[in-house]
């Protein structure tokens, strides 16, 4: 578990990195050279994608989403591990019916051969990994209800 959550939080924060790089050169580019770099922002956007869904497990599994806790402190204990178990559960199922729909699209635009207009990169694998994304936070959000189901109301892993 800990070398998955050190590879996506070392992907996410390369492409981060690489996203205020080619901000940067890009701004400076077209100040002091006054020539923007072609692509800039198609590359930024990819960039982003690539981040947000290697983040999204991460914020899963340290339980960092949204949370509503009004009622937490009057419900007593063995409801809220069935709350946060059924709430895991719901979302796992969520992120599963997201990934299904985002490897359909993928599908489609791999056939078509899709690409970005400047830079003619292809779509289809950065689809197709953000379906593999979803699919790994679905089964994150498994594992948390499973745990809560089984070993009560942390929200953190041990």
Do not use: C
């Amino acid at each position: 578990m800990k070398r998955f959550s050190t590879l996506f939080t070392s992907v996410a924060a390369a492409s981060l990195f690489a996203m205020m790089v080619l901000t940067f050169a890009d701004v400076f580019s077209r100040k002091f050279l006054t020539n923007s770099i072609t692509g800039a922002v198609e590359l930024t956007e990819l960039f982003m994608l690539v981040m947000i869904f290697f983040a999204l497990p991460l914020a899963s599994m340290a339980g960092e989403h949204i949370v509503f806790d009004l009622l937490d402190r009057a419900l007593p204990k063995a409801v809220l591990r069935w709350q946060h178990g059924i709430s895991h559960a719901l979302t796992a199922a969520v992120f599963g019916g997201a990934a299904w729909i985002v490897w359909q699209r993928a599908a489609r635009t791999l056939d078509y051969g899709d690409q970005t207009s400047a830079l003619e990169i292809k779509i289809g694998p950065f689809q197709v990994m953000a379906a593999v994304m979803l699919v790994v936070t679905a089964l994150a959000h498994a594992w948390l209800a499973w745990r809560a189901a089984r070993h009560g109301l942390e929200r953190r892993p041990p």
